[in-house]
C-alpha cells in the first residue's frame, strides 16, 4: 500500500514587496514579511505530498514560503521526533508527528499570458508541488492553437451567432505525478471569477457598469453572464483535456479554485455527467415510433461510457464515508460554500472494481475563514480568503 496527499490551495494574490500587483494594491516588506509567515504555516499544517497553488504572481515568492516551511518543519521534526538512541523512537506515532521537507521536491510554475507585467495590471498563475517530482514535463494549457468557437442557434433553427474564447482567464497546468506504481496525472486551474466582466468602450477611462454612480442593474447582469460563459468554456476546455488523458486509461485528479460550487454547470462539465439509472426506459434518438427505447444492453453500454470518463468530488466521497456536511472554503455575503474543488477519476472510486486505490478521508484547513459583511468578522487581506482542501488517497487494494 502506498499512501500521499494531494491538496489544492489558493494563497490570494502571492507576489513580493514594494509590487503593486493590482491598482493601487502592494504589500510593505512588514506585510509580505506577515503573509510569508501565514502561508508558511499553512503549508507546514498540511504537509501535503502534492500540492496545487492558484494566485501565485512569482515563482520567488512562491519557493520563498516552500523554504520558510521546511525551516519551521525541520526545527519542528528535531524537538519532537526522537532518534535512533532512544528506545521507543520507532513507535507509529512519530510517523504521523514528522514533516517531510520539500527540499527535492518538484515545483512547476505556470505563469499567466495576460500577464504583462505592468504595475497594478499584474495577473496571476498557477504552480504544483510534488515530493515524488514528475514524470513527464509539465504542460500549461492557455493559449489555444485552434480558438474554441461556441455556435449558438435560436430554438427554431435559426443561427444566432456564436462565443469564441482563444485564451483562457489563467493557465492550467497539467503534470503526470509518480506515486508507488503508478502515474497519476493531476491538473490545477483558476477559472474565471464571478465579477462581472464589463466591455470598456474604445478611448473610455472605464466601462459604464462599473461606475457605481449611475448603477446599471441590468448592463451588470450581462456582465456576470460573460463572466460565467467565460468560466464554462473554460472547464471546457480543462475537460477536453481530461477527457483526452481517461482515454490512454491514465488515473486523474482535477483540482482548483473552480469559483463555483460542484454542482455548477461549469463544475459538472469538468466532472461530466451523471448516468441515469436506466436508459431502457428513454426514447432512441433516432425514435419513429412510442416503442423505439434503447434495449438493455445499449442501456447498459450507455452507463459504462458515461461512468468510464466521470469524474468524482472528494468532498462528496467524503460526506458520504463520515456522514456529515461541513465543508466550506469560501464566505461572502453571509454564504458559506465550497467553490474550491479535488476531482477524482473512477481510478480511486470505492465502487469501481478495477480501482487502484480509495480516498481515506478528506480534511479542510478553513478555521480563518470568515465573512467581512458581517461586523464581528475578523479581516486581514494578508491571509487566504480561501480554505485548504487536502484528500488522503491510499494505493493498493484492501481484501474487504
Not at 7 to 33: R, V
Not at 360 to 377: L, R, V, W
Request: contains cysteine; hydrophobic residues 40%.
Amino acid at each position: 500500500m502506498t499512501n500521499f496527499t494531494i491538496a489544492s490551495f489558493n494563497i490570494k494574490n502571492l507576489i513580493g514587496a514594494n509590487q503593486e500587483y493590482y491598482q493601487f494594491q502592494t504589500y510593505t516588506p512588514e506585510e509580505y514579511a506577515w503573509k510569508l509567515d501565514w502561508v508558511a504555516d499553512q503549508i507546514l499544517t498540511m504537509d501535503a505530498d502534492i500540492v496545487g497553488f492558484q494566485e501565485v504572481f512569482e515563482e520567488d515568492a512562491l519557493r520563498d514560503v516552500i523554504e520558510e516551511a521546511d525551516i519551521r518543519g525541520e526545527a519542528y521534526n528535531a524537538a519532537v521526533i526522537p532518534d535512533a538512541s532512544k528506545r521507543y523512537h520507532k513507535k507509529a506515532i512519530f510517523r504521523k508527528l514528522g514533516y517531510t521537507p520539500y527540499r527535492d521536491a518538484a515545483l512547476a510554475f505556470a505563469p499567466n499570458s495576460n500577464d504583462n507585467d505592468l504595475p497594478g495590471q499584474r495577473r496571476p498563475g498557477v504552480a504544483i508541488l510534488s515530493r515524488m517530482g514528475f514524470a513527464d514535463r509539465p504542460e500549461i494549457i492557455q493559449d489555444l492553437d485552434d480558438p474554441l468557437v461556441i455556435p449558438f442557434r435560436e430554438l427554431t433553427g435559426e443561427d444566432a451567432g456564436h462565443y469564441t474564447i482563444s485564451r483562457l482567464s489563467r493557465p492550467i497546468l497539467k503534470v503526470r505525478v509518480p506515486v508507488g506504481r503508478e502515474v497519476i496525472t493531476v491538473f490545477c486551474s483558476h477559472f474565471k471569477s464571478k465579477l462581472g466582466e464589463f466591455v470598456k468602450r474604445p478611448g473610455a477611462p472605464f466601462a459604464p457598469e462599473a461606475d457605481l454612480t449611475r448603477y446599471d442593474p441590468a448592463g451588470r447582469a450581462i456582465g456576470s453572464l460573460r463572466s460565467a460563459l467565460r468560466r464554462m468554456a473554460e472547464a471546457w476546455v480543462l475537460r477536453r483535456a481530461i477527457l483526452a488523458e481517461l482515454d490512454k486509461g491514465r488515473p486523474v485528479i482535477a483540482l482548483g479554485d473552480f469559483n463555483d460550487g460542484e454542482h455548477s454547470v461549469s463544475s459538472e462539465i469538468v466532472s461530466g455527467e451523471t448516468p441515469f439509472i436506466n436508459y431502457s426506459w428513454m426514447l432512441r434518438h433516432n425514435a419513429q415510433h412510442e416503442t423505439d427505447r434503447y434495449s438493455h444492453e445499449e442501456a447498459k453500454r450507455i452507463n459504462d461510457a458515461v461512468e468510464r470518463v466521470r469524474l468524482h468530488s472528494a468532498e462528496k466521497l467524503f460526506v458520504r464515508k463520515s456522514m456529515r456536511d461541513m465543508v466550506y472554503t469560501a464566505a461572502f455575503g453571509g454564504v458559506y460554500e465550497s467553490i474550491d474543488q479535488i476531482f477524482l477519476s473512477r481510478h480511486f472510486h470505492p465502487d469501481y472494481k478495477k480501482r487502484i486505490g480509495e480516498m481515506k478521508y478528506f480534511s479542510t484547513f478553513n478555521d480563518h475563514i470568515t465573512d467581512g459583511s458581517h461586523p464581528e468578522a475578523p479581516y486581514n487581506k494578508l491571509a487566504s480568503d480561501h480554505g485548504q482542501i487536502m484528500a488522503h488517497i491510499r494505493l493498493g487494494v484492501e481484501d474487504k
